[in-house]
């Protein structure tokens, strides 16, 4: 069965780093999103992806942010400048439709130092 | 603004006992209402969804729009199930489908 993918599994960098995170969807999806997970907190919607644009972001996803499709496979989220705050489980999802279901993937749990 | 309130941080039951893990919602519009689960070193899934109404690994869950709740119920619980659950809510209709999650229940299911 085919399921997203995300890499790495875990990155430690040190504060005001640029760090890129990579997901894989699901080869016929056509919407992505990113979520994040502070520890001990929920999960957070912080941006969804569609047709090469960004459609919606949340507060949270402010100007250090980015997102790319470079190619036909990968979505990349950016932090260009990371801070102590940054640090947290970051999960890819994507749908192959707007109201079916978004299938997760693993996540990264990025540390910020 | 969407809001999903889940009271207990943790459960802990003995197999074979009933399980309901508490959802409530807050949201001014139509909500879609989910169930997720994520078990010990797997990614989260998608357990159920209120729109169709199905019995999933023995789980049910239905949407009280007086209360506004999704409470998931079962009524055996097995080893197996112990695992962190989410609720989750999105809005019907529109451009856009971001889900907003609870906090999430840890259900221990004790032999």
């Known amino acids: 069965e085919p399921e997203v993918t995300q890499t790495p599994s875990h990155q430690v960098t040190q504060m005001g780093q640029e760090v890129i995170l990579r997901c894989v969807p699901i080869s016929n999806h056509l919407y992505f999103y990113w979520y994040r997970q502070i520890l001990g907190q929920k999960v957070e919607f912080l941006v969804s992806?569609?047709?090469?644009?960004?459609?919606?972001k949340s507060e949270i996803f402010d100007d250090q942010f980015s997102v790319e499709r470079p190619d036909g496979s990968n979505f990349t989220l950016k932090i260009r400048s990371t801070k102590l705050e940054d640090s947290a489980m970051y999960f890819c999802?994507?749908?192959?439709?707007?109201?079916?279901?978004?299938?997760f993937g693993p996540g990264t749990r990025l540390t910020v130092l | 603004a969407q809001r999903v309130t889940q009271p207990e941080k943790l459960l802990s039951v003995f197999k074979g006992a009933p399980v309901e893990l508490k959802c409530n919602y807050s949201y001014s519009g139509s909500p879609e209402l989910f169930w997720y689960v994520q078990y010990s070193r797997q990614r989260l899934q998608l357990l159920l969804r209120?729109?169709s109404r199905e019995s999933i690994k023995g789980f049910t869950a239905d949407l009280n729009k007086g209360e506004t709740s999704f409470h998931l119920k079962k009524p055996f619980a097995q080893e197996e199930d112990s695992a962190m659950y989410y609720c989750?809510?999105?809005?019907?209709?529109?451009?856009?489908?971001?889900?907003?999650f609870g906090k999430g229940t840890l259900l221990t299911v004790n032999p």
């Open positions: 209120h729109i």
């Open positions: 992806f569609y047709n090469n644009e960004i459609s919606e």
């Open positions: 999802a994507s749908s192959d439709g707007l109201p079916n279901e978004q299938f």
């Open positions: 989750a809510l999105r809005r019907s209709g529109g451009s856009n489908y971001k889900l907003t």
